[in-house]
């Protein structure tokens, strides 16, 4: 259940920081059009060199949604409906008020009580949804690694078994270590916001179903006594709102971001007959920099984010 309140009142805290964020990025960015690869989800791909169906040799080099990118954007629909259909108008203290116990409203609160738990269950999936995209955490990656004034790392590449070599990190870790906190002295309320919405223990309970819902409270089953990163043993209703209203917003903004970059680069693009500059950090075949020419269409987003393109 969202409440149109509360989400106002983070979204007006946190486009604030997001603003922060882009401008910071423009002036601490070492190539103009960095950022733009961000956007444009810039990434190298060495499956080229088995293609035999092309009739030329193919740049390993390349930008487009990729297989992440259209995972994304179903993932973005379906968070799009839930918040349309299911933001109220109530305020989160009138709802609270209007389910504090009595004999005579017990009926009436149990199936307040009820709704809310399977809608909370709806939130946990769209929760994952958001903390398991690998297109949200590579550009977010990428945004915080600009914001210090790092390059755009073409070879970013996540994790997803032990037995990889040179990859980035693991979700977690890089949400935790190579996000959030690089945001902690430049930005601390972006930082605070990756604290309050992020939890490893919480996301993993979602993900394998070790949870349980009783009264007005969400009973963690993975807590461990000794592990640091899974101290929590519940969360109340109350706090389930707090982190999944600003996990959205956050969400939210992301998607405000790429948009207002979308459109930056689209107006610098018409000023330079649909061509922009970039910068290729190579490995392959070897450790060099290269500075190409993109050719784009005068608006981003036509015929950008479509396919996969090489440069």
């Known amino acids: 259940m969202l409440f149109e309140e509360l989400l106002n009142k983070k979204y007006g805290?946190?486009?604030?920081?997001?603003?922060?964020?882009?401008?910071l990025i423009v002036k601490n960015q070492t190539h103009d059009s960095d950022l733009l690869l961000?956007?444009?989800?810039?990434?190298?791909?060495?499956?080229?060199?088995?293609?035999?169906?092309?009739?030329?040799?193919?740049?390993?080099?390349?930008?487009?949604?990729?297989?992440?990118?259209?995972?994304e954007n179903t993932h973005h629909s379906f968070i799009g409906q839930?918040?349309?259909?299911?933001?109220?108008?109530?305020?989160?203290?009138?709802?609270l008020k209007n389910i504090v116990y009595s004999e005579e409203k017990r009926k009436e609160i149990d199936q307040i009580n009820f709704d809310e738990a399977i809608s909370i269950q709806t939130e946990m999936l769209i929760y994952l949804k958001i903390w398991e995209s690998d297109t949200f955490i590579k550009k977010f990656f990428q945004?915080?690694?600009?914001?210090?004034?790092?390059?755009?790392?073409?070879?970013?590449?996540?994790?997803?078994?032990?037995?990889?070599?040179?990859?980035?990190?693991?979700?977690?870790?890089?949400?935790?270590?190579?996000?959030?906190?690089?945001?902690?002295?430049?930005?601390?309320?972006?930082y605070d916001a990756f604290k309050n919405t992020y939890n490893f223990q919480i996301?993993?309970?979602?993900?394998?179903?070790q949870y349980s819902i009783l009264g007005r409270s969400i009973l963690l089953n993975n807590y461990v006594k000794n592990d640091p990163y899974s101290q929590l043993r519940k969360q109340s209703f109350e706090e389930w709102t707090e982190r999944f209203h600003e996990?959205?917003?956050?969400?939210?903004?992301?998607?405000?971001?790429?948009?207002?970059?979308?459109?930056?680069?689209?107006?610098?693009?018409?000023?330079?007959?649909?061509?922009?500059?970039?910068?290729?950090?190579?490995?392959?075949?070897?450790?060099?920099?290269?500075?190409?020419?993109?050719?784009?269409?005068t608006k981003v987003h036509h015929g950008f984010r479509t396919k996969v393109h090489q440069i």
């Not at 791909?45 to 487009?64: A, C, I, L, R």
């Not at 996990?247 to 998607?255: G, W």
Request: neutral net charge; proline residues 4%; charged residues 25%.
């Open 13 to 23: 805290e946190l486009i604030i920081e997001f603003d922060k964020l882009h401008e």
């Open 38 to 71: 961000a956007h444009l989800n810039a990434f190298y791909n060495p499956d080229v060199h088995n293609w035999d169906n092309t009739e030329q040799k193919m740049s390993p080099y390349m930008f487009g949604l990729n297989h992440e990118g259209h995972s």
């Open 82 to 95: 839930y918040i349309k259909h299911n933001t109220s108008s109530e305020t989160l203290e009138n709802h």
């Open 143 to 190: 945004l915080a690694n600009l914001s210090l004034g790092f390059s755009y790392d073409w070879h970013y590449k996540l994790q997803t078994t032990s037995r990889e070599k040179g990859a980035t990190g693991t979700r977690d870790v890089i949400i935790r270590t190579k996000i959030r906190d690089r945001f902690k002295q430049s930005i601390p309320r972006l």
């Open 203 to 209: 996301r993993n309970s979602i993900a394998h179903s």
């Open 247 to 297: 996990t959205l917003v956050l969400y939210t903004l992301y998607h405000k971001l790429l948009d207002v970059i979308n459109d930056n680069y689209g107006i610098v693009a018409s000023q330079m007959e649909n061509s922009l500059p970039i910068r290729i950090s190579r490995k392959d075949p070897k450790e060099e920099i290269e500075y190409r020419i993109m050719n784009i269409p």
